[in-house]
């Protein structure tokens, strides 16, 4: 098989995929929603007063992730100190926690029909975005730039002003954007903790198909909420390409330093416990609360009466569905990232974006879109792979993610020397490409996997009382009366707490250093 007719048949599978399971769902419902009525929709007061809650509390939660954020980031990127990996898993973890389990665990805070709830769940979420994003740079940014300024007579503050945070800016307004992007698109926080007081478009997308019945409305709001995730990639793009510097990143090693006073000690070690107790705080809480009556509501679910699927079926399908979906995704991921490693700079940065977009788009969409297209050519509304297919759509970008760096660092000429020995395109793909590759798409595929087991958007949509998942039942547990029902929801979003860490503790063992993209 030639070079070109590999890479075209290395093509077929991401474009498949991507075109079928998301471009095509999006225009069957931009069909739908065209029509009388759309312009009604879109200028009602109704939505106006969604859509502005929807920016002022995606700006707010994004303000407040990078203020709280911010200086845990300049210690870990800063000092060496025992612990320091660790540290840098754990904060992690929350933004792999599935949304149920942290509005469960802020309802146990009494945070529920409250803003201030979303706005610190949003917070919870996020802090790991800006610790991974912006540390990953600051923490290798060479500090001769900054002693330089210094020598010249600089004062600490002006220095970091004029040196260290003009290189900063790209990475800050990645972070920035993404934050912004996932509370823009928020669901599960805002439906737990919002009660019928707060919605955001996400939410009111739901709401209209769901409870109204009104397929119209919701698709009118899901290309609104659409086109805002495209304008905020776009003026991002538009960023990086305008305001990125050059410049060498140093390894970890020759820049990490620790702490050479009590002062610095102390300031590390505040920043460290405190940030890290703002986190745990929530999720200690919620551990507390699953054991509130005794082991009544770890009881209930073992014998959880009438309820129409057991918790331990519920797990089951969860980790089925984690499986399935977690090797779709990472066979469609490293077939766009090959793909993406050695196409043109436009082609590649276009078909790169392009993947994104699920990611950044609601979920709800997604799960909304499904069920208006996908009943032909072949009708997959009531397989039993509807699940996984959506959780793998998310979660394609996780892989490509982690495994493109890799990717784009492999050598030409070790292509080139498996070539010259006779090894076909094919060949040369598994023996170097694959070798090379295998440790970060496993972490690609456990990403994956933690995004399957905690995805409940687009879920909520798909599911069938025969699959139903973890997240699902922990909401249908919250919305039951009674006190040993809402013990049993904080004891399976404890269980699926657990699934997700170990799973998030694992994947950064495998990880190699910073290699790999957040």
Known sequence: MSTRAGRVALAIVPVGFIGYLFVYPVARILMMSVGEGFGDVLTSASTRSVVWFTLWQAAVSTLLTFVVAMPLTAVLSHFSFPGRSLIRAMVTVPFVLPTVVVGSAFVALGLSNSIWG????????????????????????????????????ASPLTAFVRTTLPILGPSIAAALSIVFLFTFTSFGVVLILGGLTYRTIEVQIYQEATTFLDLGAAGALAILQLVGVVGILWAYGRYQRTRSVGLELAAEARVLRPARSDTERAILWSVVFGTLGLLAAPLVVLVGRSFRG????????????????????????????????????????????????????????????VLMLPLGTSAVTIGFGFL?????????????????????????????????PTLRAIRADLREAAAVLGASPRQVFRHVDLAIVARAAMVGAGFAAAVSLGEFGATSFIVRPNSVTIPTLIFRLLGRPGAVTFTGAMALSVILMLLTTALILSIDRLRAGELGEF
């Open 294 to 353: 005794g082991l009544a509501g770890w009881e209930f679910l073992v014998d959880p009466g009438r309820l129409a699927i057991t918790p331990g079926e519920a797990i089951t399908n969860s980790l089925f569905f984690a499986v399935v979906g977690a090797l779709i995704a990472t066979v469609v991921g490293m077939a766009a990232a090959s793909l993406i490693s050695r196409g043109s700079t436009v082609v590649a940065s276009s078909f790169d974006t």
């Open 118 to 153: 979303i706005l610190a769940a949003h917070v919870f979420f996020n802090v790991a975005v800006v610790v991974r994003t912006v540390g990953g740079v600051w923490s290798r940014l060479d500090r001769g730039v900054v002693e330089a300024a210094r020598s010249l007579g």
């Open 372 to 404: 208006v297209a996908l009943d032909e050519p072949v009708d997959l509304r009531g397989s039993v792979l509807l699940v996984p297919l959506a959780h793998a759509l998310v979660a394609v970008p996780f892989v490509v993610r982690a495994t493109l």
